[in-house]
């Protein structure tokens, strides 16, 4: 075996050696409080129970979100989400505050929807306080890759102006929005409970294994 093969071995194996480092993921939650961790806006409750993040509406309350106290530009985000029917949720990236540390949460939001019966707009990307849906009209095609009343995994990978999307590892989003990148270039991840409507509900959303890889 000659010198020059057993030095490419040695690159080889550093190489994989470094990527499969780069590809830990880093918890975001430590499974059992809610440190490093800031609700803003509603009312909703938040609590851990048995290493999951339970958020739960309350009636008259705008949309709440618990929010990251670390900010993100770039990234791959997993986690697990389970949503009662009847409560549309979501995953804030790269978004902040309007009027101060305390303002209206907006920016970039990954759907969190149950699927029903004809479909729902799940992993889809919505500007939430910030311009509305993100997704082109045309691509918001309703379907069923979101499994009702069960945990559904999802990807978020956010590098520069492009965000993708995946559900239980199918690729739901690809968009690119440089407008957005610029108003957004950075910011944390907000846990969203939706508001509801008088005498429905109460609902929650579960989330559990939040985990990401910061990308440069």
């Avoid at 309350?61 to 389970?82: A, E, G, R, T």
């Avoid at 019966?117 to 890759?145: F, N, Q, R, V």
């Avoid at 690119?176 to 509900?201: A, M, Y």
Wanted: charged letters at 25%; a positive charge; proline letters at 4%.
């Amino acid at each position: 075996m000659t010198k020059h093969f057993l030095t490419s071995i040695v690159l080889l194996a550093l190489t994989f050696s470094a990527l499969a480092k780069d590809k830990d993921y880093t918890p975001i939650f430590d499974g059992k409080t809610l440190k490093g961790w800031t609700q803003l806006n509603g009312t909703a409750t938040y609590r851990v129970e048995k290493g999951i993040i339970i958020g739960k509406t309350k009636e008259g309350s705008p949309n709440s979100f618990l929010c990251s106290d670390k900010l993100y530009d770039n990234f791959d985000l997993k986690f697990d989400v389970k949503v009662d029917n009847g409560l549309n949720s979501g995953v804030q990236v790269r978004s902040q505050t309007r009027g101060g540390p305390k303002g209206r949460v907006n920016g970039p939001q990954v759907e969190i929807e149950s699927s029903g019966t004809k479909g729902a707009e799940s992993g889809y990307i919505y500007g939430e306080a910030a311009g509305g849906w993100m997704t082109p009209k045309a691509k918001l095609i309703p379907h069923k890759h979101f499994k009702d009343e069960q945990w559904n995994t999802y990807r978020v990978l956010a590098q520069g102006a492009r965000i993708q999307v995946w559900i239980n590892g199918t690729q739901i989003s690809d968009l690119t929005d440089e407008e957005k990148l610029k108003s957004h270039p950075k910011g944390f991840i907000g846990l969203q409970v939706h508001g509801i409507g008088k005498k429905s509900g109460p609902f929650e959303v579960r989330w559990r294994n939040l985990e990401i890889i910061e990308l440069k």
